[in-house]
T-cell receptor, first 113, second 109 residues
Framework: KAGVTQTPRYLIKTRGQQVTLSCSPI?????VSWYQQTPGQGLQFLFE???????NKGNFPGRFSGRQFSNSRSEMNVSTLELGDSALYLC????????????FGEGSRLTVL | GQNIDQPTEMTATEGAIVQINCTYQ??????LFWYQQHAGEAPTFLSY????GLEEKGRFSSFLSRSKGYSYLLLKELQMKDSASYLC??????????FGPGTRLSALP
C-alpha cells in the first residue's frame, strides 16, 4: 500500500508569491490534515478535511487555505508569502474523521526568500 | 483550548530505560498519541492511549492518567536508532490533534 505522497518536496519562493502544495493520502483514507513544522513552534495544525469539507481549522491567517477533492487528494495554498512562512509542511491522512492514528507524508519544505 | 508540555531534550546511554513525560490540559479528550520523528523525516505513530493505564508495544510502552492529565512514553533497552524527537499529541472529540513541542532524545554509546 503506497504511503502519503506530498509534492513538491522542496521549493523556493520569494516574498509576495503564492504556493500550492499537494497531498495524496493512503488509498482508502478519507481524512487529510495539514501541519506546519518549524524549529521554534513545532507542529502546528493548519486544517483538516473529510469528505471534501473542512472540519477543523487552526489559528493561521486567511492567506492559508486548502481544499479536498472527491478522490480525497488535498491541496493547500499560501498566498502573499512572508519570510515566516518558511517551514516544513506536513500532510497526514487517516481512515476517517475524529479517530485513528495519523500517517504522515515526507513533507514539502518551503523556503521563502 | 489545549496545552501540552514535554521536556525539550533528554540524553541517555545505550541499553538504558528512558521515560519521556507529557502533561496536557484539554477541553475535550479522545486519545493521547505518541509519535517518533527522526531528523529530516516524517513523524511515525508509536502508541495510543484512550483509557487509563499502560499500553505495551515491544520496547515501547505508554501510560495514561486522564485525571492527572499525564502520560509517559517508556523506552526499554535504548538503542542508538532511538535517537529522535518524540511528540506527544492529544485529540479532542471532534477536534484536531494538538502536538506538544517534542522531546529530542539522544542515545549515547
Amino acid at each position: 500500500k503506497a504511503g502519503v505522497t506530498q509534492t513538491p518536496r522542496y521549493l523556493i519562493k520569494t516574498r509576495g508569491q503564492q504556493v500550492t502544495l499537494s497531498c495524496s493520502p493512503i488509498s482508502g483514507h478519507r481524512s487529510v490534515s495539514w501541519y506546519q513544522q518549524t524549529p521554534g513552534q513545532g507542529l502546528q495544525f493548519l486544517f483538516e478535511y473529510f469528505s471534501e469539507t473542512q472540519r477543523n481549522k487552526g489559528n493561521f491567517p486567511g492567506r492559508f487555505s486548502g481544499r479536498q477533492f472527491s478522490n480525497s487528494r488535498s491541496e493547500m495554498n499560501v498566498s502573499t508569502l512572508e519570510l515566516g512562512d518558511s517551514a516544513l509542511y506536513l500532510c497526514a491522512s487517516s481512515q476517517t474523521f475524529n479517530t485513528g492514528e495519523l500517517f504522515f507524508g515526507e513533507g514539502s519544505r518551503l523556503t521563502v526568500l | 483550548g489545549q496545552n501540552i508540555d514535554q521536556p525539550t531534550e533528554m540524553t541517555a546511554t545505550e541499553g538504558a530505560i528512558v521515560q519521556i513525560n507529557c502533561t496536557y490540559q484539554t477541553s475535550g479528550f479522545n486519545g493521547l498519541f505518541w509519535y517518533q520523528q527522526h531528523a529530516g523525516e516524517a513523524p511515525t505513530f508509536l502508541s495510543y492511549n484512550v483509557l487509563d493505564g499502560l499500553e505495551e508495544k515491544g520496547r515501547f510502552s505508554s501510560f495514561l492518567s486522564r485525571s492527572k492529565g499525564y502520560s509517559y512514553l517508556l523506552l526499554k533497552e535504548l538503542q542508538m536508532k532511538d535517537s529522535a524527537s518524540y511528540l506527544c499529541a492529544v485529540k479532542g472529540y471532534g477536534q484536531n490533534f494538538v502536538f506538544g513541542p517534542g522531546t529530542r532524545l539522544s542515545a549515547l554509546p
